[in-house]
C-alpha cells in the first residue's frame, strides 16, 4: 500500500534514514531495514574532512616524505584507505540488507570524488547521493555563478555517475527554481529538498564560536514542503523531503506537496529505529481514512500544478495580522 518510487528504485515505504550517524555501521543500518525503512543512505564520505585527515598526516610524517613521489604516493594510499573503508561498509550492507542501499558523497569540488563514486556504484550501491554544500561567501562571486557551479558540478556528476543520482541541497539559491529545472534537464533522477547544514552558534562566556543544534525542530520542514509544491509538477526528477519531517503526519504533507518520499534523521536519533514503524503505520492508517490505497494517488494531489489556489505556495508573508 505505502510503495513508492523514488529516483528508479521501487521503495517498500517512502521512509528513507537520511545520511548521517544511524547509517554509519550494519547494526544501526539493519535495524532501519527491521523497523521498515524503504531505503537507507550511508553516512557521507566527506572529501574535506578526508583532504584535511591526509593533509596532517602528511605534516606529522614530512621527515619521511622529503621526496614528491613519495608524498603523492602517501597521499593516495590514505585516500584509497578510506574509500577502503566505505566500499566495505556498502558491501555488507548489500550483504545483509534487502532494501536499496545509497552511497553519499560530500564533496565541495567534485572532480576526483566522480571516480569514487562510481566505484561505489561497482561495488553495488543502489544509487548515489551527492550531498552539495557550498557556502557563497566571496562576495566577488555572482548569484548567477553560485547557480552555474551547482549546475556544472551535477552535469560532470551526471556523465560520470551509471546508476542512479540524487542531490541533495540546501535552499540559498538566488533562483531555487531554475536551479531544480537546470538539475531535472541535466537528468539528475531525485532532488532532496533540503539539507541542514552546521549552524554556527557563540559561546558567550568562552567568547568563541560554537556549534548549534546539529538535529532539526518539527517545525523546520515548511521551506522544503513549499519547494516541493511548486516544483514536483513541473519537473521529471523525483522529490524527496528532508529536515523537520518528524513525524507520519508532516511526512503525508510532503506527499501530498509531491514528494515521491522523505529522508529522516534526528526524529530516528531523537525516538529510536521504531519512529519509522509508527511513520509507516500512520501513513497507511491516514491513507485508509481518506479511501488511497496506493500512494500513486496521493503523491503531488496538493502541488501547484494540481489545485485552483496553487498561488498559496508563493504566498511570504501573512495578509493580516494577527487578533484582526
Ligand atoms: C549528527 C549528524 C550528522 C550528519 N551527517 C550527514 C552526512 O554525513 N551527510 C549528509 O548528507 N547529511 C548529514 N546529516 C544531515 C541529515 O542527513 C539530514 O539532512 C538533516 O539532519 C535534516 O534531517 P532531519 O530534520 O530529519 O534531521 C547529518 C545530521 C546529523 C544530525
Redesign the pocket.
Known amino acids: 500500500m505505502i510503495e513508492t518510487e523514488y529516483m528508479g528504485l521501487r521503495l517498500s515505504s517512502p521512509v528513507i534514514v ?4 544511524l547509517t554509519q555501521n550494519i547494526v544501526s543500518l539493519k535495524n532501519a531495514e527491521k523497523a521498515g525503512a524503504g531505503a537507507v ?1 550511508l ?2 564520505i ?1 572529501e574535506e574532512q578526508i583532504e584535511a585527515d591526509v593533509s596532517r598526516e602528511m605534516e606529522d610524517n614530512a621527515e619521511y616524505l622529503s621526496h614528491s613521489s613519495a608524498e603523492e604516493f602517501f597521499a593516495s594510499s590514505s585516500r584509497d584507505w578510506y574509500i577502503d573503508r566505505y566500499m566495505k561498509l556498502l558491501s555488507e550492507a548489500k550483504k545483509e540488507l534487502s532494501i536499496p542501499v545509497i552511497a ?1 558523497v ?1 564533496a565541495k569540488t567534485m572532480d576526483s570524488w566522480i571516480e569514487y563514486a562510481e566505484r561505489f556504484i561497482k561495488c553495488g550501491a543502489d544509487g548515489i ?1 551527492l ?1 552539495y554544500y557550498p557556502i557563497s561567501s566571496d562576495a566577488g562571486i555572482s548569484g548567477a555563478e553560485v547557480d552555474r557551479r551547482l549546475i556544472s558540478f551535477a552535469e560532470k556528476a551526471r556523465a560520470a555517475i551509471d546508476g542512479p543520482l540524487s542531490i ?1 541541497i540546501g535552499y540559498k539559491y538566488s533562483s531555487l527554481a531554475n536551479a531544480i529545472s537546470e538539475l531535472d534537464r541535466i537528468g539528475i533522477d531525485g532532488i ?1 529538498l533540503f ?2 547544514f552546521f549552524r554556527p552558534d557563540i559561546d558567550i562566556e568562552k567568547i568563541e564560536i560554537s556549534s548549534g543544534s ?3 525542530q518539527s517545525d ?1 520542514y515548511g521551506e522544503a514542503l513549499r519547494w516541493i509544491g511548486l516544483m514536483s509538477g513541473e519537473i521529471k526528477a523525483d522529490l524527496c523531503g ?5 513525524d507520519g503526519a508532516t511526512a503525508v504533507k510532503m506527499l501530498l506537496s509531491g514528494a515521491k518520499a522523505v ?5 530516528v ?1 531523537q525516538h529510536g529505529f521504531s519512529v519509522i514503524g509508527e511513520m509507516n503505520s500512520f501513513i497507511e492508517d491516514w491513507m485508509s481514512r481518506h479511501g488511497y490505497s496506493s500512494l500513486s494517488q496521493v503523491i503531488g494531489l496538493l502541488s501547484q500544478e494540481h489545485i485552483e489556489d496553487g498561488w498559496k505556495w508563493e504566498r511570504t508573508q501573512f495578509l493580516k495580522t494577527i487578533g484582526q
Open positions: 537520511s545520511s548521517g550517524p543512505v553516512k557521507s566527506f553519499s560530500s547521493e550531498n541533495k532532496v539539507n541542514r546539529p538535529v532539526s523546520e528532508n529536515t523537520g519531517i518528524h529522508e529522516v534523521c534526528t526524529a536519533i
